[in-house]
Every structure is written in structure tokens, then in C-alpha cells.
């Protein structure tokens, strides 16, 4: 079969059964994004020569900035709009895929990231010489017919009932041509295999893996965080630290608070190092960069910008990624005026912006013995430490 081996990956599901405001695909599994996880598993399969995510068309910035740049797959994979449906957004990554020159496709869950490598090889083979193979585990349980009141109508034969599963791999145009083909007639399908079933291709069950679970609710979650040995919920930290010059006639603004002075900092935005400092913690720690990235001095929207609403901002980013913050510990060098008397304050309002409790943000202020610029009263500085928890 000519062609390259291009894998398509929809990815388009939302959160609705993990009861989760983000997409489950987003959620992070060993600290990870469940999506970066099967894309990473996908990428080290020798055989395959092009990944192709489907994303919903609103949230394909969202796809690339939490769960491709900061993994470095921004080059290796190709990311489409998918559809309403499951279907459609294969259909769209079907499409992507025969133009990058695909002879077979492999279509695998974004959501399936314990797929063992065997099994991809496993279900390509056996395309290969079928040009339909899905990858299934034999039924366990004994399965019921029901009706909708609750009423068995029939035992199934168990023995000859199987689960079905990701990696499914076809011939590229055959599939190609049932999609069109189902579109046309407007059937939709729950898997690929049915789709090539209902277009009367012959599909082949190659026996699939147990461990290549689906999550799609919190208990999945919870399972594959377990088979990593992943038993509380990861953490990571970040440090920031910032220094602003002093001149006069400016006000002197810190984690929100104006306090009473004859010299402020000086700055493109309200020059407040406190909060400056803090928010480059928070994006250290997510691996966002800093706030000269995301809010750079060049832009006329941040001349002037309040930096706590530049806090928020930093939050909802981190968000969504998948991060909260957990805590965060600040310390300002200053020579003066005075800042203990306003520490309670600027706490309130950093941990006001953090969304956590006051007593897990800690704010300190230090001299430095009229040592060098701060001791000269030429300039401020801040450094701060935060660590973030991923979101449940
Ligand atoms: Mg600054």
C-alpha cells in the first residue's frame, strides 16, 4: 500500500461527563495534558509518518498553547478544526491527512494515552492486508439487552461480543470515500468501524489492550493516575524577580496598594514590582515565560495597566492550562518609606486576585542596610516563589 501512515486523533469532545468545565482532553494525567500524552505515544511509533489533531474550531489557540508549544509538537503535528460530531471531525482530519499524502490512517482517541505501541503496530499490520482493522478486547461481563423501562429482553452470547477500541487504522481512501459517502446519505456512526461496516468493507478485530483505557470520567482519571503511580496531585513552582527604578512625582503602588510616599516607581504600566514579581512566579511555574511576553511595554493597552488586573489575567491563563495557584511568598527590598505598616493589605489584595486564602500568600519586606541601588533609594526590588496545583 503506498502512501505514508498519517495518524488522526479527534479531539473535539468536551468535558460534559467528567463533570469538569474543561475538556477532558486537557486535563492533566503525571502533570501532563491527557491529549499531549497520546500525541507523545503517537509520535515515538516508528511507523507513523504525520499526526493530525481535530480540535474544536473555537479552542484550536487553546489546543496549541497548553497542549503543544509548551511540549515542543507544535512542528510535528498538524492541528484542524473538527466538527459537531465525532465523524466530522475525523472527516476533517481524513481530509488533512490524504492531503499530506496518507496511504493508510490511523485513528486513535485523544483521550486513549495508555495505548501500548504494540497495539499500534499490532492494528496497522493487520490494515495492511485488510485495509479495515479495529483494535477490540473480548466482553467480560455478561452484556443485556434491555428496553427503556428497565426490562431484559435478551442475554447476548457473550462469546461472541467484543468492546471496541482505539487504534482503529484503515486504508486512507476507503475511508475517505465511506465519509463522504455517510455524509451524503447522513449516517453517523460511533466509531470508524462502524462507518466501514455500514459501507459494507469487511473490518477486521485485532485483539486490543485493557490497559488502553478511555477517560472519560472522573473515575478513569483517577485509575490511570493510579497505573502511573501518580497518587496526589502534581505541583510545580516558579520564581520571579523584578526591579523598578524610583523617581519622583510617581505614585508608589504595591501588591495594589498606594502607599504615601514622595518618590514612585517608575514603569509602562503602574510599575507596582510587588505584583510584577509575582506574576512572573506564576508563569515560571506553568512555563508560560514572563510578563514582558504576555503583556509587552510596546503595547498601548498595558500604558498605565492596573497590575492586579494583570494578576487576574495571569490567573485565568493559568487556568487555562490547567493550573491554580497554591501559594505564593513575596519579598520586596525597599529602603523606603516604611511597608510593614501595608503588608495585611497587600496580602488581602494579592490573594483576593489568586483566589486563595490570605494565609497561603506571604508578603515581606527587607532593607538592604543602605547597601547598592535599593539602599540608595535608586530603585525597588521583588522576588517572589509560587506553587501552582493542577486544577481537578
Ligand atoms: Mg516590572
Known sequence: MAGKVIAVVPAAGSGRRMGSSRAKQLLLL???????R????????????????????????????????????????????????????VHNGVTKALALGAGRVLVHDGVRPLAPPELFRRVLDAAGESGCAIGAIPCVDTIKQAGPEGW???????????????????DAALLAGALDKAKQAGFVATDEGGLMEWAGHRVRLVEGSRRNLKITTPDDLELARGWLGETDMPWRMG?????????NG????????EVPSSMGLLGHSDADVLTHAVMDALLAAVGMGDIGGMFPDS???????????????????????????????????????????HVEAMRDNLAARLGIEPGMVNVAATTSEELGFVGRSEGMAALATAVIVAVE
Open 152 to 170: 431484559v429482553e435478551k442475554t447476548l452470547d457473550r462469546s461472541r461480543l467484543w468492546q471496541v477500541q482505539t487504534p482503529q487504522a484503515f
Open 299 to 341: 503595547d498601548p493597552a498595558f500604558k498605565g495597566a492596573d497590575s492586579m488586573e494583570l494578576l487576574s489575567r495571569v490567573v485565568q491563563r493559568l487556568g487555562e492550562a490547567g493550573w491554580r495557584p497554591q501559594q505564593v511568598s513575596v519579598t520586596l527590598a525597599a529602603q523606603r518609606p516604611k511597608i510593614a505598616p
Open 30 to 36: 503525571g502533570g501532563r495534558p491527557i491529549l499531549t
Open 250 to 257: 510617581r505614585p508608589l503602588v504595591l501588591g495594589g496598594v
Open 239 to 247: 520564581q520571579g524577580l523584578d526591579v523598578h527604578r524610583l523617581v
Open 38 to 89: 497520546t500525541l507523545q505515544v503517537l509520535l515515538d511509533i516508528a511507523e507513523v509518518e504525520g499526526v493530525v489533531v481535530s480540535a474544536p474550531a473555537d479552542s484550536l489557540d487553546l489546543v496549541a498553547n497548553t497542549c503543544l508549544e509548551p511540549y515542543g509538537l507544535s512542528q510535528a503535528v498538524v492541528l484542524v478544526a473538527g466538527g459537531k460530531e465525532r465523524q466530522d471531525s
